[in-house]
């Protein structure tokens, strides 16, 4: 604690920009100001400031505890921020982004009911394009799908999410149902094109097995709705994650194929900087997340889906 005073006076000191003014600010003596200087220089075995009776610098060696002095006092600072502020009421702007169609069909109802809970919160929802790299500090939570990657950030699971091979009852009327994997190479399947990766490999397990098929199709996108849209035309088999189609699965308008193979999850994590760690409002809209979608999943759970 005696250096962090240390440190403390000296960044005060150099900001007066006199020992008289930081006598004033700490209601000291000048005379006692500069036995304090002093004092901290012959503890440091070196001088941190020339001064003369009108002007006062800052020594090399100066310059070098300053810059430290106040990177450390300032770590200081967001440390206690951060440690208080797990203990606050969420309030202050939140900025949110995700991909479009989770955005408006999950996550804008959810926000809507979490500002009426917590009013104090200003929450800014921003929608990207999944291939979008997020940069650092450019939000406090995203949401993602699939395992985590990005090592710039902390992640926490807010939910499960499966990924489903479907196809409409249309197009099976007039195209038999795959029986294994390898049956679709006979089947138009609508493609989605993201992140630049491979596309139209589809990966199954069952069991230890595993086995990943090139799909083809006339149709392909980077959209994922657009994807479904088609789906439900009866263009194709589609893969998609179980929020985007478990509603019309549970209607009938898409059917399941494939159901004793699984395929790699889509799971929905929300991603944030380390700093907002302990951030109250971050950390209360998380688990309000997680709360409402699993209501969702008990409400909305049956043979066929969890959503």
Known sequence: MD????????????KAGSLA???????????????????????LGVRLLN?????????????????????????VKDLEQLVSSSREKPKGLLRVCVTPGFGRNYLAPAISSFVREYPEVEVQLMLYDRSQNLGEG?????????????GRFLARKIAANRRFICASPLYLKANPPPAEPADLHAHNCLILRQNDAAYGHWRFSRGAATETIKVRGSLSSNDGEIIVNWAL?????????????????????????LTDYELPAADIYALFPERHNLSAKVTVFIDYLTSQFKKRAEQDSGEDTRW
């Open 51 to 75: 001064r003369t009776t009108r002007h006062m610098s800052l020594t090399n060696e100066g310059e070098t505890y300053l810059l430290h002095a106040e990177r450390i006092l300032s770590d």
């Open 3 to 14: 250096a962090l005073s240390e440190l403390e006076f000296f960044s005060l000191l150099v």
């Open 21 to 43: 003014a930081v006598a004033r600010e700490l209601d000291l003596t000048p005379p006692a100001v500069t036995k304090r200087l002093a004092h901290l220089e012959d503890r």
């Open 138 to 150: 450019d939000f406090d939570v995203a949401v993602r799908f699939g395992e985590p990657t990005d």
């Open 233 to 257: 035309d009866g263009h194709g088999i589609a893969m998609r994650a179980e929020w985007d189609i478990a509603r019309y699965i549970r209607s009938g308008r898409l059917v399941r194929l």
